[in-house]
């Protein structure tokens, strides 16, 4: 099976502060992740997306970098927001999501 | 706004008891997933259906069913309430199997 972590449960950043998120996978095998952002009441929401053939995606204000040798990935958000507070989970996609347990982002004034 | 709607927002049930929750999924997906997500922890995955057959089944126990309709809504049902089941009840849905998953809202289930 497929398990996933993050490594840390809770992150504090200051307003205009870039944010990263850290999160470890353990199936080698596993080729397509995924990043959600879920503030609380609401269902996870997509951020953004990496396939295995890649090693670096980048959105809006957004970077998910993949290395699958040490089978790590990364959410990075620039210029952190007050709306960017959350709970964030890292998913690997099998079909089935398998989610980590999420690293909650406080964004400090 | 994903699209996706769930029905209803809050529930409370006694153990025992049946329950059945609803999700209309966003216009055009052809498949739903249904996870579990426990209070501070990530959403565990139910099972998932694709034009109305069951298409994976993660690790829970059989009085956990689910239903897929020919417009692609979707129910699940959950015989004979246990305690540990007080969750939020999680549906997606998905342009095909391995797409990206849209998630609404969440039911939130309290059984006492």
């Known amino acids: 099976g497929e398990s996933v972590g993050l490594h840390l449960p809770t992150l504090s950043v200051q307003e205009g502060d870039n944010s990263i998120i850290n999160c470890a996978y353990s199936?080698?095998?596993?080729?397509?992740f995924i990043w959600y952002k879920q503030e609380s009441g609401k269902g996870p929401q997509f951020i953004i997306d990496?396939?295995?053939?890649?090693d670096k995606r980048q959105g809006q204000r957004v970077t998910v970098l993949l290395n699958k040798t040490v089978k790590h990935l990364s959410l990075q958000i620039a210029a952190t927001q007050p709306g960017d507070s959350a709970v964030y989970f890292c998913?690997?996609?099998?079909?089935?999501?398998?989610f980590g347990t999420g690293t909650r982002l406080q964004v400090t004034l | 706004e994903t699209g996706v709607t769930q029905s209803p927002t809050h529930l409370i049930k006694t153990r025992g008891q049946q329950v059945t929750l609803r999700c209309s999924s966003q216009?055009?997906?052809?498949?739903v997933s249904w996870y579990q997500q426990a209070l501070g922890q990530g959403p565990q995955f139910i099972f998932q259906?694709?034009?109305?057959?069951?298409?994976g089944r993660g690790n829970f126990p059989p009085r956990f069913s689910g239903l897929q309709f020919p417009n692609y809504s979707s129910e699940l049902n959950v015989n004979a309430l246990e305690l540990d089941d007080s969750a939020l009840y999680l549906c997606?849905?998905?342009?095909?199997?391995?797409?990206?998953?849209?998630f609404g809202a969440g039911t939130r289930l309290s059984v006492l």
């Open positions: 997606a849905s998905s342009l095909d199997r391995k797409n990206i998953q849209y």
């Open positions: 199936n080698s095998a596993s080729d397509y």
């Open positions: 990496i396939r295995s053939n890649m």
């Open positions: 998913a690997v996609d099998h079909g089935k999501l398998t």
């Open positions: 216009s055009g997906h052809n498949t």
């Open positions: 259906y694709y034009r109305e057959e069951e298409n």
